[in-house]
């Protein structure tokens, strides 16, 4: 079921997904007057792949990082400076 965003919801990015983000934004993204917009990391370990498939969206910290996370099979979004999207490699969209 997908969740009813309030049309003045916050936008909340986390930075990072230790112990403290992945709290953070798992409850953000349960919040009806919240609407998690990504998740930002530094680089593609195993933190990374987890809120990969929770479907949160992934910002890398630099330009140069964007291919190491599609080499380790990770849809980076786009940089926390750039403001530009990529376009997605979930193999789902693609069907």
């Keep these: 079921m997908a969740k009813k965003v309030s049309h003045m919801a916050v936008k909340v990015t ?41 479907g949160y969206p992934l910002y890398v910290a630099e330009e140069a990082g964007i291919n190491v996370f599609v080499a380790a099979g990770l849809d980076a979004a786009s940089t926390t400076t750039s403001g530009q999207r990529r376009a997605s490699f979930d193999k789902s969209e693609s069907h």
Excluded: H, W
């Design 14 to 54: 986390v930075n990072g997904y230790g112990n403290i983000g992945k709290r953070v934004a798992d409850a953000v993204a349960k919040q009806d007057d919240m609407k998690l917009v990504g998740v930002s990391k530094t680089r593609p370990n195993f933190e990374a792949f987890v809120p990969a498939q929770k």
